[in-house]
């Protein structure tokens, strides 16, 4: 019987006794890369309960227990080493780039609002808001300094805006600065977005856009789990409070996910919202597969999906009426 | 001076303070997540969290763990590794085959086995233990903390292959992740039944307790193979 171990290979009789062994060196790189090898193995599998460490020493691989387990431990290290070295795959890069760019959101938001309520105090009438206000902040800082050629000089002349001294303005300015690179970065995470998703995930790309095919993967925590949900997971994916208070309650199944964000499913009409949904997401699904296991672009993906949507707009041109009433009910019952 | 009390081979209970279950740190002078370090004379202790680990809600529980100094221990789902350094300062002189199949916790937990000789780290799926039967000798006790649908499917594989007939299986099953809908009592009836009806020999459960207040929804299951 042949056994295939970590430390090479043994040849046994019927009762375990070794005959003959092929032993690797005690080099720890080649012993890893071995061990790795044998993962996918099917045959010659150690038996159930068979000792290697004594296998080992009889075989005069280890001389001691001891020297057994400094191996081993080396080895193991070593092959866990190379298998965490190559799990960041494109997909795990683009999930690093969805939750930065969201972090960053949240982050520019929470300071957005604290320099438009800080220069609010000098310049209420400005009107500007996000990206404008900082550049506005960073080219000029007080309110005084606006040219006669800004469209905004005679309301910043007339402001009830209090004064700007000088050791606030360069405070409140290198803020904006600040904000201002934030609003920078995130355009730059969100055109690397869109640049790996069209080499990782075209097609999922193309039905779903870069954003929210990102943030599938993301959800979801690869691009071949994604393939793998059947397509009724992708449409929830996002909705897991939803979906779980339904499972578990008598609440109403969530009709979409994430997938709301997508221009098909938020700009039908509501009684068809839930049948729309479930189209994009048979074909969100069909699109991952088609990344993930050959990666060929199929532009006749989402022309079949309009046509599916269009199909579904006609067959249903109106809101199912009887129906409504029972559902406001409910849902308002079920609210409490 | 703290005093000191030992509870089985390896698991103290310190009272500094208040009483804190407590493992000999087997690398002393540094914590692994944050725990405290607690010396006494020439022996350093690092306080064990039952509320972080389900090994260490079970032993407050009672089980009795039986874990020897040169014990060989199969754990799946080392995750990064909280519970994993008390088993190797519990098994000094022993070995924790620690299975996990997520590369981010691996990451962790490299770091911790790279300071500790006793563990040997393995990332692979705990429901294909073909996958590592050619690195796992016969063992002492396989704990599971593993969190699937199928987890009493992944015990009995393990266990036919790895456990020693004298061996124990301990068993921390979260009812939450089998169905997320059904009463926690039902599926704890179910799995245990499933351990010990659905494969040959079968499990003969020794014991079989909730953890709470440390864990919500959690049972401890201590057996062995019949």
């Known amino acids: 019987m042949k056994i295939n171990t970590w430390f090479g290979t043994l040849e046994t009789d019927i009762v375990g006794e070794i005959l003959e062994s092929r032993l690797l060196s005690k080099d720890i790189r080649k012993l890893a890369l071995h061990s790795l090898s044998l993962r996918e193995s099917r045959s010659n599998l150690p038996p159930e309960g068979f000792d290697l460490k004594a296998a080992a020493i009889k075989s005069g691989f280890a001389e001691s227990p001891a020297e057994y387990y400094f191996l081993l431990h080396e080895v193991t290290l070593e092959a866990a080493k190379l298998q965490v070295s190559s799990a960041i795959t494109p997909d795990q890069r683009i999930i690093q780039a969805v939750e930065a760019l969201d972090d960053v959101n949240e982050t520019t938001n929470a300071l957005f609002e604290r320099l438009s309520e800080w220069y609010g105090g000098y310049f209420p009438e400005s009107g500007l808001g996000g990206e404008d206000l900082a550049l506005f902040i960073v080219k000029y800082g007080s309110r005084e300094n606006v040219s006669s050629e800004d469209p905004l000089y005679s309301k910043a002349r007339d402001s009830m805006g209090a004064k700007l001294e000088p050791a606030d303005e360069a405070l409140i300015k290198d803020f904006a600065g600040s904000v201002l690179s934030l609003y920078e970065r995130r355009q730059q995470i969100e055109a690397y977005i869109e640049n790996s998703m069209e080499q990782v995930a075209p097609n999922l790309k193309h039905i779903a856009g870069p954003m929210l095919g990102a943030r599938l993967i993301s959800l979801a925590g690869s691009l071949e789990k994604l393939a793998e949900f059947p397509s009724s997971t992708i449409q929830v994916i996002g909705a897991s409070k939803a979906l779980f208070k339904h499972l578990r309650a008598r609440a109403p199944s969530p009709k979409h996910g994430i997938i709301y964000s997508h221009p098909l499913v938020n700009t039908a009409p509501w009684w068809l919202r839930g049948k729309v949904a479930r189209a994009v997401a048979s074909k969100l699904s069909l699109a991952a597969r088609i990344d993930f296991y050959s990666g060929e672009k199929d532009p006749s993906l989402i022309e079949k999906l309009e046509a599916k949507v269009l199909q579904i707009r006609t067959l249903n041109p109106r809101p199912p009426q009887k129906k409504q009433e029972n559902g406001a009910k409910l849902k308002k019952r079920r609210r409490k | ?226």
Not at chain 2, 51 to 65: D, E, H, P, Q, T
Not at chain 2, 173 to 193: G, L, M, Y
């Open chain 2, 1 to 226: 001076m703290p005093e000191v009390k030992k509870l089985s081979d390896g698991i103290f209970e310190v009272i500094k303070d208040k009483k804190q279950l407590a493992t000999k740190n087997l690398d002393p002078g540094k914590a692994v997540y944050g725990e405290k370090l607690i010396p006494v004379q020439e022996t350093e202790y690092r306080t064990w969290d039952p509320r972080r680990s389900k090994l260490g809600a079970m032993v407050l529980k009672k089980f009795n763990i039986s874990l020897k100094e040169n014990s060989k221990v199969l754990y799946l789902g080392a995750a990064s590794g909280t519970t994993v350094s008390h088993v190797s300062d519990i098994v000094s002189e022993g070995a924790v085959y620690a299975v996990e199949f997520a590369p981010r916790s691996m990451r962790d937990l490299i770091r911790l086995a790279s300071r500790r000789k006793n563990i040997h780290p393995i990332l692979a799926d705990a429901g294909k233990p073909d996958s590592y039967s050619h690195l796992v000798e016969p063992v002492d006790l396989i704990f599971q903390d593993v969190a699937q649908p199928n987890q009493a499917e992944i015990a009995a594989r393990n266990a036919i292959r790895f456990l020693k007939r004298d061996g124990y299986l301990l068993l921390s099953i979260k009812a939450r992740s089998i169905d997320t809908a059904a009463n926690p009592k039902e599926v704890f009836k179910a799995e245990v039944k499933k351990l010990e009806q659905a494969f040959e020999p079968g499990f003969e459960i020794l014991n079989a307790k909730d953890l709470k207040p440390y864990h919500e929804d959690h049972l401890g299951v201590l057996a062995k193979l019949r």
